[in-house]
């Protein structure tokens, strides 16, 4: 079992940034990567970006590549998304997510945190 737990969230104007972290902990040598997802109230939940924790190679979400960035630190086993140039669009409880494998769907996933909220206002 992993645990994953989330910080850094909040309320923030447009144009600003935030941090997020996810520290991870338990058997957390059987994560192969780790995603950040987001959920708008009455949206579905959305992939964002991901990174795999060997080679820290990351995806992402299109309209968030210029303005987010994922990283890890594997020795804190810890993984940061940090977002600049925030938009009203971009309000949404954000999700932490490990994985035994890799990918952008909700299903390649097999362990989540509680979800931290992000609010950018115009």
């Known amino acids: 079992q992993v645990q994953l737990v989330e910080s850094g969230g909040g309320l923030v104007q447009a144009g600003g940034s935030l941090r997020l972290s996810c520290a991870a902990s338990?058997?957390?040598?059987?994560?192969?990567?780790m995603g950040w997802f987001r959920q708008a109230p009455g949206e579905e939940r959305e992939f964002v970006a991901y990174?795999?924790?060997?080679?820290?190679?990351?995806v992402y979400k299109d309209s968030v590549k210029d303005r987010f960035t994922i990283s890890r630190d594997n020795a804190k086993n810890t993984v940061y998304l940090q977002m600049s140039s925030l938009k009203p669009e971009d309000t949404a409880v954000y999700y932490c997510?490990?994985?035994?494998?890799?990918?952008?769907?909700?299903?390649?996933?097999?362990?989540w945190g509680q979800g931290t909220q992000v609010t950018v206002s115009s």
């Open positions: 990174i795999t924790w060997t080679t820290g190679r990351t």
């Open positions: 338990g058997r957390e040598f059987s994560i192969h990567s």
């Open positions: 997510a490990a994985s035994r494998g890799v990918g952008t769907r909700r299903s390649a996933y097999d362990y």
